[in-house]
């Protein structure tokens, strides 16, 4: 049998073939420890959710552009390529020409799949900026939070939220790791782009065997690695930040703190200091306090500062921490923490961000670029924080606040999406549905029907990473893979790159958006590009030819002894941050400057405005799913095999099952103040009494589809989640918790219909 073609996934490398028909996908002789999600990959290429045929919705197609309440529900008309082309053309020509650039939101984003060439972003960024620009969308629905406050507390070129720190420094020089959010396993299996090897999970379990005590502050003990010495520390969602301080409290007030870290390496320990102590607020931050907020015993919290003072110490927060309201405090707190240890920059000490958040995150550093497709340069200004897109289309033109700016946003007529799907990354899909009902056109590429797919009034369908060429390459991984094409897509689907060459012919700047290359030639240049970049930089891969018919080029492995701040720590003379003071900053004049209630200048513990109440005691978990990445291949095994009754598996503690009559296996309703759907109850201890947990991903499908605030029969957790900003700071996604009750369902049983095409979508054999 042939071994497969080699190419590669965000699950990591693969190999892949076609027999009978069928195709068959098996691990890459590359990887120690392949993902058992790459057994989804195999089913869904040619699953009845695949897009096979250019379509547009009936009511755009008969009335035109405009804004509709019709998306989500109107039946689609199936058209030709030529058709598809010319309308799309037409329409990009209108919006430019009646309201500019700026009115069409190519924001656009998503994990899309494997592939630097194709890469969906890529592709589509390109594309608008061939035709004059766009409205983009900056951070991510991943680290909003971080990204915006981290380089005011250690400067911009400190890229602390991807590990700076090695998994074998913590092996070998660890003794305590404090992780607030836990260390979940199940998030090393992933990387955008893929890694290669996955060593993460294998690097966690020798540093747990080798006896490190890992205390995991998390409401669920599925983020808790498994060892002797992993202590599971249940705490009150959304409080780890009055947990820190209260640490911190009892080293300051214990004289356990490290005072000249704190103020030869650091700016503004006063002012926290005062904080801590009550000199600000009348409130010390005792560990009394810090109980009656989060749920930890205040002997608990004492005896484990003392522990970490004793230890070394690694505080780790989770990104999930930083995805709620006021996200910008777990890690400013994390960082004040450790800088109290005095551990930061030694060895195993310090502060770690993301580690179990995805695989890439602790691995050797590699400071090589990758091979890219170039995106041109956009012209136009606008941009939006990337959560914030329902709020740009519902307000067009209306002022909002971020990272001390006050900005309006853009007046999208033409929303055009490609590789992400707004419909499992959103928050409050009740509120997106109405927002995407407000703009002239809506275009999206997808393979599958997904919930963003039957929104759009243009679909565009696009091949998998399996039916075309590529590069696969992720950060921090050594290894480029030749992604050989596996098989053709089904239907009329079609590359993205030949969708938007097609578009750029019909626009007149095809030569522009192609510079006449074909699949093949973009991959030897961008090869042959990056090749010359790490050329000297102790590698030499080899040319394209060779590269291709090897299957994959490795470069020499990066330095595993990386610790984050390692310089500055030993020399804070010499190597001083880019943050205004040259260290960092515990308290920032930059953040106090702006004036956010919402993120003042210094770690602050802030209560959050929609926590538990009566109608909605409960804290739900919006967690990372364990058995598929994100949204991705819901309809494929590992996923499907999770469900309970078809939906997504909640989990509840028993006591809080018991009185409201619910089972396991049962099927509940949950209720936020923003909407509800239903779900799968799991009845477990594994979960703090108080809070249930729901994972992201489940695909949206509403009960009454004409209803923008239809509960969502299939348990997509955007339906309860509130769309709001972290604070006006960042900006960020808050989808992490949100406040619910849950109470059992009664009456007739709703079928599943979320993987099934839409109407006028019915899928046609495979050719
Ligand atoms: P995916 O499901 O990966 O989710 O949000 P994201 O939108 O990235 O969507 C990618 C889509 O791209 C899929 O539908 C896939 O089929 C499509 N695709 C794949 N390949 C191609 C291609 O070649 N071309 C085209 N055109 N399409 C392609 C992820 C986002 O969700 C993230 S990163 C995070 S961290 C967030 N986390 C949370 C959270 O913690 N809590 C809540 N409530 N919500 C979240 N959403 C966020």
């Not at 073939?17 to 790459?38: F, I, K, M």
């Not at 991943?142 to 380089?151: H, I």
Request: hydrophobic share 35%.
């Amino acid at each position: 049998m042939s071994p497969g073609r080699p190419t590669s996934s965000h699950w990591g490398p693969l190999r892949a073939r076609v027999e009978d028909g069928e195709l068959t996908v098996d691990p890459h002789e590359l990887d120690p420890h392949p993902s058992s999600l790459l057994r989804n990959m195999g089913t869904a290429n040619g699953h009845p959710a695949r897009i096979r045929h250019p379509m547009v919705r009936r009511g755009w197609l008969e009335n035109g552009a405009g804004p509709s309440s019709a998306r989500g529900h109107d039946e689609f008309v199936r058209v030709d390529w030529s058709e598809l082309t010319a309308l799309l053309a037409a329409e990009l020509d209108r919006v430019i020409d009646l309201h500019g650039n700026a009115a069409i939101f190519g924001g656009s984003y998503g994990w899309g799949s494997a592939g630097r060439f194709h890469h969906p972003q890529s592709q589509v960024h390109r594309f608008l900026n061939t035709i004059g620009g766009y409205a983009r969308s900056v951070n991510t629905y991943s680290t909003g939070a971080s990204s915006v406050l981290l380089p005011h507390v250690l400067g911009h070129d400190v890229d602390a939220i991807h590990g700076l720190t090695g998994w074998s420094v913590l092996a070998e020089h660890t003794t305590m790791i404090v992780a607030f959010g836990g260390l979940p396993a199940k998030n090393l299996k992933v990387a955008p782009g893929g890694i290669t090897r996955h060593r993460g999970a294998a690097a966690l379990g020798r540093i747990i065997d080798d006896g490190t005590t890992v205390v995991a502050v998390t409401p669920s003990r599925a983020d808790c690695p498994a060892g002797p010495d992993v202590r599971w520390c249940p705490i009150n969602p959304g409080t780890d930040v009055a947990m820190m301080l209260a640490l911190a409290w009892v080293l300051v007030t214990g004289h356990l703190h490290d005072i000249e870290f704190l103020r030869t390496r650091c700016a503004g320990y006063e002012q926290l200091e005062a904080y801590l102590l009550g000199a600000e607020d009348g409130v010390p931050k005792t560990p009394e306090w810090a109980e009656g907020i989060t749920g930890v015993a205040a002997a608990e919290i004492h005896t484990l500062a003392l522990q970490m003072a004793a230890n070394r110490t690694f505080v780790s927060v989770t990104w999930s921490l930083q995805r709620a309201r006021y996200g910008e405090q777990p890690p400013w707190t994390a960082i004040a923490l450790a800088a109290v240890l005095g551990q930061i920059g030694m060895p195993g000490g310090g502060f770690g961000h993301g580690y179990g958040s995805m695989g890439d995150v602790g691995l050797p550093q590699r400071r090589n670029p990758l091979p890219t497709l170039p995106q041109g340069h956009n012209p136009v200004d606008a941009f939006i924080p990337v959560a914030r897109v329902a709020d740009m289309l519902l307000n067009p033109g209306a002022r909002f606040e971020y990272d001390g700016g006050v900005h309006r946003y853009p007046d999208a007529r033409l929303v055009y999406w490609c590789g992400g799907n707004p419909f499992h990354h959103h928050q409050h899909i009740g509120r997106l549905r109405r927002a995407l009902a407000m703009p002239d056109t809506v275009v999206v590429h997808e393979p599958f029907w997904t919930a963003t797919a039957r929104h759009a009034d243009i679909v565009v369908p696009s091949a998998t990473s399996f039916e075309r060429s590529d590069i696969g390459a992720s950060r921090n991984d050594p290894c480029l893979v030749a992604m050989h094409q596996v098989c053709d897509p089904p239907g009329e689907a079609r590359t993205d790159y030949e969708t938007f060459s097609e578009l750029a012919a019909a626009m007149g700047v095809r030569s522009a958006f192609t510079e006449d290359g074909s699949e093949r030639d973009w991959l030897r240049r961008i090869y042959e590009r990056w090749r010359g970049e790490v050329a000297g930089q102790k590698a030499d891969p080899p040319p394209f030819d060779e590269f291709w018919s090897a299957g994959h080029t490795e470069l020499p492995d990066a330095p595993d002894d990386q610790v984050m701040l390692r310089d500055f720590a030993h020399d804070p003379d010499a190597f001083r941050l880019s943050t205004p003071s040259g260290r960092i900053e515990l308290s920032s004049e930059t953040i106090r400057s702006f004036g956010y209630d919402d993120c003042p200048g210094h770690p602050t513990w802030l209560l959050p405005d929609a926590g538990p109440s009566e109608e909605y005691p409960l804290t739900l978990l919006a967690s990372q799913p364990a058995h598929r990445l994100h949204s991705q291949l819901d309809m494929c095994p590992a996923s499907q095999e999770t469900k309970v009754g078809g939906r997504e598996p909640v989990l509840m503690h028993p006591e809080d099952a018991t009185p409201r009559d619910i089972a396991s296996g049962g099927l509940v309703v949950i209720s936020s103040a923003q909407g509800s759907c239903l779900a799968g109850a799991v009845l477990t201890r594994d979960i703090k009494k108080g809070c249930v947990q729901l994972s992201t991903g489940a695909w949206y499908d509403p009960l009454d589809p004409s209803d923008p605030d239809s509960p969502c029969g299939h348990g997509n957790v955007n339906t309860l989640t509130a769309d709001r900003g972290t604070s006006r700071l960042a900006q960020g996604c808050t989808g992490q918790l949100v406040s619910v009750d849950v109470r059992a369902h009664r009456g007739p049983v709703p079928p599943v219909r979320a993987h099934i095409p839409p109407r006028g979508a019915a899928p046609s054999p495979s050719p």
